[in-house]
């Protein structure tokens, strides 16, 4: 667990924001799950696609290649992959872009997400010694 929080102390804005899309992504795709193995082998075929097209253009530039840590890497190829998964999930389910039509939804996303940022920050907070004696 100290490796966890230690973890979670240390995250920076961008991979709080991060984490808060993974969150966003779980609580939608539990709501609306399906076992088709067509849309989850489309989902891995698009994610497969595209992130390598991502990995290309991430580490090419003029000046020379970028190297990525092994987490960049896979946040390029995971991140098409929940996009089409969703995508295909929630279709014809009423969503207004990413959101669901249910207000249940919506707050059990929202509330998971505020838990976390308010985690993240506690976390950050140094620890107050006691007193000395």
Known sequence: MPRLSTYLARLTTGRTILWCYAIWYA?????????????????????????????????????????LDRW???????????????????????????????????LVGLGLMAAFVVLVRLLRQPATAGPAG
Request: glycine letters at 6%.
């Open 27 to 67: 609580v939608n795709i539990t709501h609306h799950f399906d076992t088709s193995l067509r849309l989850w082998a489309t989902s891995f075929g698009l994610s497969a696609i595209i992130g390598t097209a991502l990995l290309i253009g991430t580490r090419s530039s003029s000046s020379g290649t970028t190297q």
């Open 72 to 106: 960049q890497v896979f946040r390029l190829y995971l991140m098409p992959f929940c996009v089409s998964s969703f995508a295909a999930l929630v279709k014809d389910a009423g969503y207004v872009l990413v959101f669901p039509p249910s207000l249940r939804e919506n």
